[in-house]
């Protein structure tokens, strides 16, 4: 409808699915469970929220125009979305391959599909193509999956080589893409089939809401999502598409501030004597740096800082004032957390530090406040 992106994301309105009678610059919440089909005569027709409801509807809409897919199922959480993936794509018994380093509620979810339907993880380090392909020639893969970048370890994955590699073998790629977002990146556009996110983060922008959205590349795809979702019960409530819509506009200025601001906290940090590494996409230190700036318009506000030691990561969060202990990343205002307890915690150390994470790794979620107010908080948080 649009060919700008920040021009579809400030008139959101003008993809619900039927215009407001009175032009209203936020489309109504149909908060209702059921619709009377007998007052109803046009192409559509609602019967039920769980199934349908017109403001879920525009965002959803607005979802598969800026990923450039076919359709859209809002879900009632981020973990949500990549659940109805598995319900669409897996059955019993079958295998996938996911990127080692992922979301700790991801990995969680993936040890219950194992458990409850004899799924076979294969995990992998999707830097690693050979390794993959070898997957990939040896079992029944039905659905390969990643984040980029990924949450915590942020690292950056190849996303058009993993989509020719997996239809290769005939194997389905999503791609969770909440660090990112669609201002940034757009995997259905590098070839992946499915792009999911949670909307609580960057999309939503204000850490009010807990929320997804799956966006299928194509119409049978989409189809597929729908039936599930309503079949599973996934869909979003209206009231939260209400609160989602808010943050949209500013997704862009968001996005950028986030990216800016993060890169100074970064670089300020990468010269500290306490600090043994930063992982942030965007310095030249990290080994996928010419990726991410290829992949990426913006860089997630989110990035990892391994202190010399437990201890001083430990004193670091307890005695920062402004940056408060919290996980989930994408709110205005900073966050830190230890991942290996807080976010990650359903990872064994061992498998974290498969991925390099440790007890002394600390991941940060820059806000929108001012960088010398931040810069103090950690000065004296160290002393
Ligand atoms: C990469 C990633 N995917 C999915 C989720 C799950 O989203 P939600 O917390 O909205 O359920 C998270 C949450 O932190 C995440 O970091």
């Known amino acids: 409808m649009y060919k700008n992106i920040e021009t579809a994301l400030s008139h959101i309105a003008k993809f619900a699915?039927?215009?407001?009678?009175?032009?209203?610059?936020?489309?109504?919440?149909?908060?209702?469970?059921?619709?009377?089909?007998?007052?109803?005569?046009?192409?559509?027709?609602?019967?039920?929220?769980?199934?349908?409801?017109?403001?879920?509807?525009?965002?959803?809409?607005?979802?598969?125009?800026?990923?450039?897919?076919?359709?859209?199922?809002?879900?009632?959480t981020g973990i949500a979305s990549v659940a109805l993936l598995f319900e669409t794509v897996l059955k019993a018994n079958s295998h996938i391959i996911v990127e080692a380093d992922c979301y700790g509620g991801?990995?969680?979810?993936?040890?219950?599909?194992?458990?409850?339907y004899n799924i076979t993880v294969h995990f992998a380090n999707f830097l690693e193509f050979d390794n993959v392909e070898e997957i990939l020639k040896n079992n029944p893969i039905e659905l390969v999956l990643c984040e980029s970048p990924t949450n915590p370890g942020l690292k950056i994955i190849d996303l058009e080589k993993v989509a020719t590699l997996a239809h290769k073998y005939e194997a389905l790629f999503a791609v969770d893409n909440s660090l990112a977002t669609f201002i940034s990146q757009k995997p259905l556009d590098l070839g992946a089939d499915f792009s999911l996110f949670s909307t609580t983060k960057y999309i939503s922008g204000h850490g009010a809401v807990v929320a997804g959205a799956i966006v299928a590349k194509t119409q049978e795809l989409s189809q597929q999502i729908h039936y599930y979702a309503n079949a599973h019960g996934r869909s979003q409530n209206p009231m939260d598409v209400y609160l989602i819509s808010l943050g949209i506009p500013t997704l862009k200025v968001r996005m950028k501030e986030h990216q800016d601001l993060s890169i100074k906290i970064a670089q300020f940090l990468e010269k500290?004597?306490?600090?043994?590494k930063v992982t942030h996409p965007a310095l030249k230190s990290h080994p996928q740096y010419e990726l991410a700036n290829k992949q990426m318009k913006y860089m997630p506000g989110v990035f990892c800082v391994d202190f010399t030691s437990e201890e001083l990561a430990e004193k670091f969060i307890e005695k920062t004032k402004i940056f408060g202990e919290?996980?989930?990343?994408?709110?205005?205002?900073?966050?830190?957390?230890?991942?290996?307890?807080?976010?990650?915690?359903s990872f064994s150390k061992e498998e974290l530090a498969a991925i390099g994470i440790s007890d002394s790794t600390v991941r940060f979620s820059i806000g929108l406040e001012n960088i010398e107010d931040l810069i103090e908080d950690i000065q004296q948080a160290v002393k």
């Open 17 to 76: 699915p039927f215009e407001d009678v009175a032009g209203a610059s936020h489309f109504p919440i149909y908060n209702t469970g059921t619709f009377d089909l007998k007052k109803q005569n046009g192409d559509k027709i609602y019967d039920y929220t769980r199934s349908d409801n017109p403001t879920r509807e525009m965002l959803e809409n607005l979802f598969t125009e800026v990923e450039n897919g076919a359709g859209c199922v809002c879900t009632h």
């Open 106 to 116: 991801t990995f969680r979810l993936l040890k219950v599909f194992k458990e409850k």
């Open 272 to 276: 500290q004597e306490y600090i043994k």
């Open 326 to 345: 919290k996980c989930s990343f994408g709110s205005p205002d900073s966050r830190v957390e230890i991942p290996a307890k807080i976010s990650h915690a």
